[in-house]
C-alpha cells in the first residue's frame, strides 16, 4: 500500500507565497507521475502540474510563469512553489501519485488567498 501526505498550506495575502510538499510512502517500486490538483469551492477538481520521473513538466494555463513543481525522485517527494497568488487560487490542493501502476490521492491541504 502507498501512502500520500501533503504539506505546506495556510493562508497567504495575494501576491504571497507559499511551497506545498508532498511525500509517497509505503512499499514503492516506481513512480511515474506526480501532480498537483485543485478544487475550489462548487468547481471541479483540476490539474495544476505534473512531473514525470524524467522531470517533465507542464502546468495549467492559469498558473504558468507563476507556479514551479519539482521533484526529489530519492524521496518520492513532489513540491509545488507558488508565487504571486492571486484570491482564485484559494482550493483545496491534492497530491497525486502513479505509484506502482497505480494511481492515489493524498488527503488534500487548504490554500487560501485573502488579504
Known amino acids: 500500500q502507498v501512502q500520500v501526505v501533503e504539506s505546506g498550506g495556510g493562508l497567504v495575502q495575494p501576491g504571497g507565497s507559499l511551497r506545498l510538499s508532498c511525500v509517497a510512502s509505503?512499499?514503492?517500486?516506481?513512480?511515474?507521475?506526480m501532480a498537483w490538483h485543485r478544487q475550489a469551492p462548487g468547481k471541479e477538481r483540476e490539474l495544476v502540474a505534473r512531473?514525470?520521473?524524467?522531470?517533465?513538466?507542464n502546468y495549467a494555463d492559469s498558473v504558468k510563469g507563476r507556479f514551479t513543481i519539482s521533484r526529489d525522485n530519492a524521496k518520492n517527494t513532489v513540491y509545488l512553489q507558488m508565487n504571486s497568488l492571486k484570491p482564485e487560487d484559494t482550493a483545496v490542493y491534492y497530491c497525486?501519485?502513479?505509484?506502482?501502476?497505480?494511481?492515489?490521492w493524498g488527503q488534500g491541504t487548504q490554500v487560501t488567498v485573502s488579504s
Open positions: 497525486y501519485s502513479f505509484a506502482n501502476l497505480r494511481t492515489y
Open positions: 509505503g512499499s514503492i517500486f516506481s513512480i511515474s507521475v
Open positions: 512531473i514525470n520521473s524524467s522531470g517533465y513538466t
